[in-house]
């Protein structure tokens, strides 16, 4: 596999910066990634942050829904991107009972994604009821992203993926929650699958930076999935997913390729094939036309006679 050298052009991305560009007004962009090359990808094209989430459950990994990713599958992949991302701000998604069962676990865990995996946010679902633990992560000196709206952790509970906020009770439930989480001292608030207008509220409503997926382009910033972008997951898009490239079709297309040259004897070629040096092959060809006699183990050997005085004579 080919290895270029990394680009440095940009300058680092922190959780300070994220609070200048609302202040300037200037959109905050946000892709996942999962691995090596795809966080070198987004981090090179200048994305401010890289979001290692738990949606690797589904595109990555195959699982159903987020709940089944654990901690060491998590931490395995924020390993991969952290050595692919120089300039962005990396963010890891704590997965599903790793934080909501036990505070000082939660704060354990969020420890172990800064100081194993080298994410410099983690990201955890819910609004008022996760501040006291949101606190103290802080306190921990772990920077944290907070998540409201729709959360997908919670798909039991509030019975599948559905836009939140709908009514006046859930927009004044989620303002609270984006107040709470604001006045907790999260870095960033994600905004997922709450109407625009209820979006926009809150963004004008929190100095926290918004970022918005499913919530309209009112927000702070904007986050989507690296997967879905490319047109590498399977099955049904969200209304706000917006494909920038088939990266499906162009894999496709080259596995069929290779398939097909490989079956055909068309790969590799003589040109892509490596040679011996010229002295060493004409040395292999002058042994290859005269080989020495060598006898295979179905060959009969001549036998050996002996005289009467142990001296060896010719075999009839």
């Given at each position: 596999m080919s290895v270029t050298a990394f680009s440095h052009t940009g300058h680092k991305i922190t959780t300070a910066s994220l609070r200048d560009h609302?202040?300037?007004?200037?959109?905050?962009?946000?892709?996942?990634?999962?691995?090596?090359?795809?966080?070198?990808?987004?981090?090179?094209?200048g994305i401010e942050m890289v979001l290692v989430g738990d949606s690797l459950a589904q595109t990555v990994l195959g699982y159903e829904n987020t709940l089944s990713v654990t901690m060491d599958e998590m931490l395995h992949h924020v390993k991969a991107v952290r050595r692919g991302v120089k300039n962005a701000l990396l963010m890891a998604d704590m997965p599903f009972a790793s934080y909501q069962i036990d505070p000082l676990d939660a704060v354990r865990n969020a420890a172990r994604f800064v100081k194993e995996a080298g994410a410099e946010v983690v990201k955890i679902e819910g609004g008022e009821k996760r501040v006291d633990l949101i606190r103290r992560i802080i306190n921990a000196e772990i920077p944290v992203a907070g998540h409201i709206g729709l959360t997908p952790q919670s798909v039991n509970v509030v019975g599948g993926y559905k836009v939140q906020g709908k009514d006046l009770s859930g927009i004044e439930q989620i303002r609270r929650d984006a107040d709470a989480l604001d006045r907790a001292g999260v870095s960033c608030l994600f905004l997922e699958g709450?109407?625009?207008?209820?979006?926009?509220?809150?963004?004008?409503?929190?100095?926290?930076?918004?970022?918005?997926?499913?919530?309209?382009?009112?927000?702070?910033?904007?986050?989507?999935?690296?997967?879905?972008?490319?047109?590498?997951?399977?099955?049904?898009?969200?209304?706000?997913?917006?494909?920038?490239?088939?990266?499906?079709?162009?894999?496709?297309?080259?596995?069929?390729?290779?398939r097909a040259d490989v079956k055909s004897h068309q790969y590799p070629s003589d040109e892509e094939s490596y040679h011996l040096p010229k002295e060493t092959k004409a040395s292999l060809d002058s042994l290859l036309a005269n080989p020495p006699t060598r006898y295979s183990s179905w060959q009969v050997l001549p036998t050996r006679k002996v005289n009467g005085n142990g001296d060896h004579i010719a075999a009839d």
């Open positions: 609302k202040l300037r007004h200037e959109p905050i962009t946000c892709l996942t990634a999962y691995d090596y090359s795809a966080a070198r990808i987004v981090d090179e094209a709450v109407p625009r207008e209820v979006a926009s509220i809150i963004t004008a409503e929190v100095g926290t930076p918004t970022i918005g997926i499913g919530a309209g382009p009112d927000c702070d910033g904007q986050v989507l999935v690296f997967h879905d972008i490319l047109n590498l997951t399977f099955g049904h898009s969200a209304k706000f997913v917006r494909r920038y490239g088939d990266a499906a079709t162009l894999i496709t297309a080259a596995v069929q390729a290779f």
